[in-house]
Nanobody, 119 residues
Framework: QVQLVESGGGLVQPGGSLRLSCAASGSIFRIYAMGWYRQAPGQQRELVARMISSGTTNYANSVKGRFTISTDNAKNTVYLQMNSLKPEDTAVYYC?????????????WGQGTQVTVSS
């Protein structure tokens, strides 16, 4: 089993910044990729940013230049630095990890953290 625990969401004014964190724990053998998705009310969950184990990243066009994904491999943690936030960034943000544990390789999800951008 793998657990992903997110933190760092909250309410911020337009133009502000937030930093999300997600720590993976459990019987982890190898992490192939970690990333962030978001889901706004009435919309489908979408990729925000993702980093694979080689360090290659990809971002949604809507966040390029504003958001930065990074990882601390020693801590099995992924971060999302969000700058110049806009009201349209408001959503529940979910951490995702492609993990090999002792028996299984698959996608694991965190519980989600709310980000609200509003004045």
């Amino acid at each position: 089993q793998v657990q992903l625990v997110e933190s760092g969401g909250g309410l911020v004014q337009p133009g502000g910044s937030l930093r999300l964190s997600c720590a993976a724990s459990g019987s982890i053998f190898r992490i192939y990729a970690m990333g962030w998705y978001r889901q706004a009310p009435g919309q489908q969950r979408e990729l925000v940013a993702r980093m694979i184990s080689s360090g290659t990243t990809n971002y949604a066009n809507s966040v390029k230049g504003r958001f930065t994904i990074s990882t601390d491999n020693a801590k099995n943690t992924v971060y999302l630095q969000m700058n110049s936030l806009k009201p349209e960034d408001t959503a529940v943000y979910y951490c995702n990890a492609d993990v090999q544990d002792s028996n299984y390789r698959g996608a694991w999800w965190g519980q989600g953290t709310q980000v609200t951008v509003s004045s």
